[in-house]
C-alpha cells in the first residue's frame, strides 16, 4: 500500500496546516462551533450530505456509492482540554486556558484528509458515515450523539476510531481484541462529625481522622476483593477538610476515580467501596454519604471487526509496524458507548516514543500532535473504508 501512503503523504500538507488552525482556537466540550463549521464546510464542499448539531455540536457526513448495503461509521473527536498549553509553536493555542492536549485536532484533520481522499478517488460500494463527535473529555458527547438518534438517522454495521498515543513509535499501529480501556467512575465522600476545639478532641467527631484511615482502607478493596489478575484503580485525587491547625471541622470530603477493565470488577468496586466507607464511618463515630457519578464503560473490542482492523492495518503498513494485541489502558474512552451498541474497534497510531517528537504524554502542557501522522492516519482510514465497502467482483 505504498501507493496509498504516498498519494496522503503527497496531500498531507494541506491538512496539517488544518490541523495546526484547529489547534490554535481550541474548544470545549459542546462548545466545538468553529470547529464543527469548519468540519462540515470542507465535507459539503466535497459532496457529503452533512448534518449538524447531532448530540450539540456533532457533525456528521454521509456518502453513498452504488448499490452496496453496507454502512460503515468511522468516528472523531473535536474537543479540547482546560489546561494552559507551555508550547511556544506558532500555532499554539490562542484561547488561554483551552488547548488541545489530547491530539483531537489530529484525529480530526485525518478523518478529513481521508474524507476528500475517499470523496475524489475512493472506490467503494455502500454507505460511510463520518461522524465528528464532540465532548470526549469527560462530557460524554458519544451518549448525547446516541440519544440524539445517531445510529437509528445513521445505521452502522460496524464503527472505528483512532487514537494517538505517546510513548509508541510514530506511525506504528496498535490493535486490541476484547476489553481495550477501562471504565471510568467517580465518587464524593462526604464525612459529617461534629467539630471542635483541636486541644479537647473528646469532645469532637473527626472526621479527618476516618478520611485518613479510610483513603488507606480503599486500596484494600483492590488488594483484597479483587481477582489479582484482573485490573483495577481506585485513586482518592482529593480530601478536603479543614481551615485551622487547631479546630476540628465537621466535614470532610474525599474525591474518587474509579476504574475497571471489566463490568463485574467495576460492580464489585462500587459495592464494596460504599459497604468499606459506611463501615469505617461509623467505627469513627461520623456518618458518610456516597455520591457514585457513573462515567464511562469498559471499551470492548469485537473480535470479527478487530481482527478485520488488524488486516487492514497490516496491510497498510507492514507487519513490523503493527501490534496485533497490544496491552490494555485504564484510560477511558466514551466510545465505549458507541460500541455498546454497534460492533467495531479502537485503535491507537504511535505519536512518538523516546526523545522523538510527539513523545510528551497527552494531557500535559507541553503535549502536541505528530503531524507525520496525518498521512498515516488517513491512508489507514481510506483503505478501511474501501475494504469493508469493497466493491462487487
Not at 487514537?163 to 513509535?169: D, F, K, Q, R, S
Not at 501490534?323 to 460500541?339: K, N, Y
Request: hydrophobic content about 45%; charged content about 20%.
Amino acid at each position: 500500500m505504498t501507493y496509498l501512503l504516498d498519494a496522503l503523504q503527497a496531500r498531507a500538507g494541506e491538512f496539517i496546516s488544518l490541523r495546526r488552525d484547529i489547534h490554535r482556537h481550541p474548544e470545549l466540550a459542546f462548545e466545538e462551533h468553529r470547529t464543527a463549521a469548519l468540519v462540515a464546510h470542507k465535507l459539503e464542499g466535497w459532496g457529503y450530505a452533512v448534518e449538524r448539531g447531532i448530540g450539540g455540536t456533532g457533525v456528521v457526513g454521509t456518502l453513498v456509492r452504488g448499490q452496496g448495503t453496507k454502512r460503515l461509521g468511522i468516528r472523531a473527536d473535536m474537543d479540547a482540554l482546560p489546561i494552559d498549553e507551555a508550547s511556544v509553536a506558532e500555532w499554539a493555542s490562542v484561547n488561554r486556558g483551552v488547548m488541545h492536549a489530547c491530539g483531537h485536532d489530529g484525529h480530526t484533520a485525518m478523518l478529513l484528509a481521508a474524507a476528500r481522499h475517499l470523496a475524489e478517488q475512493g472506490a467503494f460500494d455502500g454507505t460511510l458515515h463520518l461522524i465528528f463527535q464532540p465532548a470526549e473529555e469527560g462530557g460524554g458527547g458519544a451518549l448525547r450523539m446516541m440519544q440524539d438518534g445517531l445510529f437509528e438517522r445513521f445505521p452502522c454495521d460496524a464503527v472505528f476510531a483512532m487514537h494517538n498515543m505517546p510513548g509508541i513509535e510514530q506511525g506504528r499501529l496498535v490493535l486490541r481484541e476484547g476489553a481495550a480501556m477501562a471504565s471510568s467512575d467517580y465518587a464524593t465522600i462526604t464525612l459529617t462529625g461534629i467539630g471542635g476545639h483541636g486541644a479537647m478532641p473528646q469532645r469532637a467527631a473527626d472526621p479527618i481522622v476516618a478520611a485518613a484511615s479510610i483513603v488507606m482502607a480503599l486500596q484494600t478493596v483492590v488488594s483484597r476483593n479483587i481477582d489479582p489478575l484482573h485490573a483495577a484503580v481506585v485513586t482518592v485525587g482529593a480530601l478536603h477538610a479543614g481551615k485551622a491547625n487547631n479546630v476540628i471541622p465537621a466535614t470532610a470530603t474525599l474525591e474518587l476515580s474509579v476504574r475497571a477493565l471489566d463490568r463485574d470488577v467495576r460492580a464489585t468496586l462500587e459495592r464494596r467501596i460504599k459497604a468499606l466507607v459506611e463501615a469505617q464511618a461509623e467505627s469513627f463515630g461520623v456518618s458518610a454519604q456516597v455520591d457514585w457519578k457513573p462515567g464511562y464503560a469498559v471499551l470492548v473490542n469485537t473480535p470479527a471487526e478487530t481482527a478485520f482492523a488488524r488486516a487492514v492495518a497490516t496491510e497498510l503498513v507492514g507487519a513490523d509496524h503493527v501490534t496485533l494485541q497490544g496491552p490494555p489502558l485504564t484510560g477511558s474512552e466514551d466510545f465505549a458507548f458507541m460500541l455498546e451498541r454497534v460492533p467495531g474497534c479502537y485503535l491507537l497510531v504511535g505519536n512518538g516514543d523516546g526523545e522523538e517528537a510527539g513523545a510528551c504524554m497527552v494531557h500535559n502542557p507541553g503535549y502536541d500532535f505528530n503531524d507525520r501522522n496525518i498521512a498515516v492516519g488517513s491512508a489507514y482510514w481510506v483503505l478501511l473504508a474501501q475494504r469493508f465497502l469493497a466493491m462487487a467482483r
